[in-house]
């Protein structure tokens, strides 16, 4: 017997202060038949936390038929009251998976999303949620991803889109789009670690007892599970790094402290992580110097040392290589964003 859902637009409370990067944080959640209750809920549940404080997103449900009961993939039944005319005026638009992939959105919908796209909103898709962007356009010539076993048929269906098959998720600035289900929390926390910076995103991962960030470059699928003694091992291993990036983080080093050979640690390393230990010593170093530089005035030579790079070219490399930006200009953006939010909170 389904059940029904009501879900009504909302404010939060006050509460800690966060520092968005954006004022007036609007997101629009879309919601049709056949909609991913699970995807429609994890948006809802990380953009309308409450008690994060005044500057913190409000979040709104939002359908092409307010008030008609639709039916999401499991059987449960959403009413959502705000029209398609609240895209008109999101900041963010998350658009979660989209049942029939073989199906077209209709034309007010794909419209409605041309229309905010053109205005300036920021659109993210979930899972099948790509073929909505696809279908309207929006991915033309863009590089994207979506869950592993349908990106074939992405592929196929537009061949214009640069369809990237083996990342959790792919930020192309205003356009974003995840893989499979589970890696649209990510992108959700990658969305709040953008406008809000490192500290709260990790905030947000505690208050839903989740791991707080994996870079969208991780493989989103691994071909066989590690067994549980060298998962643990290899869990030792990743927290001991994470806590010692300023040390020797070499095969060689790490393998020894998994007590592996060389040769297994690479190979049981991959299938736990889908990635080399190298790049992950890297995208962990890079983590923590974005950290660094949104919540410190440490110099970057000593961001470099602390991170383990040795250098500050060595750190400038990796950071333009993965963020596209400098550190100092990272910096100088994430801080006159926080100053002028908090003249905005002061008026």
């Known amino acids: 017997m389904p059940y029904s859902?009501?879900?009504?637009?909302?404010?939060?409370?006050?509460?800690?202060?966060?520092?968005?990067?954006?004022?007036?944080?609007?997101?629009?959640?879309?919601?049709?038949?056949?909609?991913?209750?699970?995807?429609?809920?994890?948006?809802?549940?990380?953009?309308?936390?409450?008690?994060?404080?005044?500057g913190w997103y409000r979040v709104v449900v939002c359908t092409e038929h307010p008030g008609r009961p639709l039916v999401a993939n499991n059987g449960i039944r959403i009413v959502a009251d705000a029209s398609l005319k609240t895209l008109g005026r999101a900041t963010t638009i998350i658009v979660p998976g989209w049942e029939n992939i073989e199906d077209?959105?209709?034309?007010?919908?794909?419209?409605?999303?041309?229309?905010?796209?053109?205005?300036?909103?920021?659109?993210?898709s979930i899972c099948a949620g790509v073929f909505v962007l696809a279908a309207a356009g929006l991915?033309?010539?863009?590089?994207?991803?979506?869950?592993?076993?349908?990106?074939?048929?992405?592929?196929?269906?537009y061949p214009t889109i640069e369809v990237d098959p083996n990342v959790l998720y792919v930020d192309d600035g205003d356009i974003m789009s995840s893989a499979g289900r589970a890696a649209g929390l990510d992108l959700c926390l990658h969305i709040v670690r953008r406008?809000?910076?490192?500290?709260?995103?990790?905030?947000?991962?505690?208050?839903?007892?989740?791991?707080?960030?994996?870079?969208?470059?991780?493989?989103?699928?691994?071909?066989q599970p590690v067994?549980?003694?060298?998962?643990?091992?290899?869990?030792?291993?990743?927290?001991?790094?994470?806590?010692?990036l300023d040390q020797d983080?070499?095969?060689?080093?790490?393998?020894?402290?998994a007590r592996m050979s060389r040769r297994t640690f690479i190979r049981r390393f991959e299938e736990a992580t889908g990635m080399t230990p190298g790049e992950w010593?890297?995208?962990?170093?890079?983590?923590?110097?974005?950290?660094?530089?949104?919540?410190t005035q440490l110099p970057i030579e000593g961001i470099a040392t602390a991170t383990g790079f040795g250098s500050v070219e060595a750190l400038r490399h990796h950071f333009r290589q993965r963020l596209g930006t400098s550190p100092v200009r990272y910096r100088a953006v994430f801080q006159a964003s926080a100053r002028s939010q908090a003249g905005a909170d002061s008026r």
């Open 227 to 244: 067994r549980k003694a060298e998962g643990d091992a290899l869990a030792s291993v990743f927290a001991w790094a994470q806590r010692h």
């Open 249 to 257: 983080l070499a095969i060689n080093s790490l393998a020894s402290r």
């Open 139 to 157: 991915l033309d010539g863009r590089r994207a991803t979506g869950h592993w076993a349908q990106v074939d048929l992405l592929s196929s269906k």
């Open 5 to 54: 859902v009501k879900i009504m637009p909302f404010r939060t409370r006050a509460a800690p202060k966060p520092t968005p990067s954006r004022r007036d944080q609007l997101v629009a959640v879309l919601a049709y038949d056949g909609v991913n209750a699970f995807e429609l809920g994890m948006a809802v549940e990380v953009f309308g936390l409450t008690d994060m404080g005044a």
């Open 195 to 223: 406008d809000y910076g490192a500290q709260i995103a990790n905030q947000v991962a505690q208050r839903l007892v989740v791991p707080p960030h994996r870079e969208g470059g991780q493989a989103q699928y691994i071909p």
């Open 281 to 295: 010593v890297v995208q962990a170093r890079v983590s923590r110097a974005r950290e660094l530089l949104e919540a």
């Open 104 to 124: 077209a959105p209709s034309a007010a919908l794909l419209d409605a999303l041309r229309r905010a796209h053109r205005r300036g909103a920021r659109i993210a």
